[in-house]
């Protein structure tokens, strides 16, 4: 081998040394992805649960429903929870269907009394 060929070798292989740490210390560096807005199973089962055994959730779950809200049609925009009663409730807005607003007919006490549960 001349020494030009091997000056190029060893170029190289500093260069591929170099691509690799910088990657290694790049993998080390980044944030852990977020879970914004994503909220575990568990978490949403339970906060339903007490829900459920609120009357004045009760009461909304039942004006929800009056207006054609679904259980599980979520994706449809007319679902129970997420298109209705979280919006209501949680303070975000009113109830939507197909990205207009429904009001949904519930008293501020019950809201109040509802929001208090959910802690």
Do not use: H, Y
Not at 6 to 26: E, H, P
Not at 42 to 47: G, I, L, P, W
Not at 66 to 85: A, E, H, M, P, R
């Amino acid at each position: 081998m001349g020494r030009r060929m091997t000056v190029r070798f060893l170029l190289s292989g500093a260069f591929l040394a170099l691509v690799m740490f910088g990657a290694d210390v790049r993998a080390q560096k980044m944030a852990p992805p977020t879970t914004s807005g994503i909220v575990p199973q568990n978490q949403t089962r339970a906060a339903q649960n007490r829900a459920a055994a609120n009357p004045a959730c009760q009461r909304i779950l039942a004006e929800c429903r009056k207006l054609g809200f679904i259980q599980g049609q979520w994706k449809t925009d007319n679902g129970l929870w997420k298109d209705c009663f979280d919006p209501v409730v949680k303070g975000n807005g009113n109830a939507t269907r197909d990205g207009k607003p429904i009001n949904v007919p519930v008293s501020p006490s019950d809201v109040q009394a509802c929001r208090g549960s959910q802690r």
